[in-house]
Nanobody
């Protein structure tokens, strides 16, 4: 069983920055494909950014150039650096891990962009 624990959410003004962290409980973290999803009120959960075991990344168009996903295998942690935040980035952000087709989710962390 894998546990994912997110942190780093909060309130931020438009144009501000936050960094989300997701710590995994398993030592074979480097074998996981990792991602961040988000779900805004009344909307479906969407993929925000993904990073493979080899470090390849991809992003949803709405965050390209503003968000950066990265990981530290030694700390079994994946990050989401969010810059130039917009009102529409407000959502609960979820960490996701895929190990050999088995899905794991974190509990979510709230990000609220407000003036």
């Amino acid at each position: 069983q894998v546990q994912l624990v997110e942190s780093g959410g909060g309130l931020v003004q438009p144009g501000g920055s936050l960094r989300l962290s997701c710590a995994a409980s398993r030592s074979i973290f480097s074998l996981y494909n990792m991602a961040w999803y988000r779900q805004a009120p009344g909307k479906q959960r969407e993929l925000v950014a993904r990073i493979t075991t080899f470090g390849s990344t991809n992003y949803v168009d709405s965050v390209k150039g503003r968000f950066t996903i990265s990981k530290d295998n030694t700390k079994a942690t994946v990050y989401l650096q969010m810059n130039s935040l917009k009102f529409e980035d407000t959502a609960v952000y979820y960490c996701y891990a895929d190990l050999g087709g088995v899905d794991y989710w974190g509990q979510g962390t709230q990000v609220t962009v407000t003036s």
